[in-house]
């Protein structure tokens, strides 16, 4: 069985990435577990704490992308410092690829909170609490939260 090479990998992680986005919505999980599937590193328990941060973090659209947030726990889950480790140092290695990972982000898309991502894709932002703005940001959205989360996706299997 011949073996497939990282960029191989990084594609169908976008790709698993961006279906999931489509169907089941909650970008950080999607990223995680497309991340998880491909090449692992990835726990069900990250990808299920990572659920709260979909939105910009409780659905509020005011912190960052959840999409660029689970990227960001996918590089710390293979690089982070173990709890055991506090006392070792600041493994500023993990904080330069999230650094390099955050800066791609901003400079692909213009912004890092929800908010700055969806004024980019549908020129104003919404309140996801109430139905109907929740409605009209799924439909003028399209399928942009998809797309990042997608690039999203493969920076980070070529990252790792």
Not at 15 to 23: G, L, S
Not at 82 to 89: I, R, S
Not at 133 to 145: L, S, V
Request: hydrophobic fraction near 30%; include cysteine.
């Amino acid at each position: 069985m011949p073996k497939i090479n990282k960029q191989e990998l990084a594609e169908q992680a976008s790709q698993q990435a961006y279906a999931d986005e489509i169907e089941y919505g909650c970008c950080p999980q999607c990223v995680l577990k497309a991340v998880q599937s491909t090449v692992g590193y990835v726990s069900d328990e990250t990808i299920k704490a990572s659920h709260g941060l979909s939105g910009g973090g409780g659905l509020a659209g005011l912190g960052t992308c959840g999409a660029l947030t689970g990227g960001l726990l996918a590089l710390s889950a293979k690089r982070g410092r173990d709890h055991d480790k506090f006392d070792k140092g600041k493994f500023v290695g993990n904080f330069k690829l999230g650094q390099k990972l955050v800066e791609r982000f901003q400079t692909e898309f213009g912004g890092v909170t929800c908010q700055q991502l969806q004024e980019k894709f549908t020129g104003q932002t919404y309140n996801m609490w109430d139905e109907q703005q929740y409605k009209d940001f799924t439909e003028a959205r399209g399928n942009k939260c998809a797309e990042a989360t997608a690039r999203v996706t493969k920076w980070v299997v070529e990252m790792l």
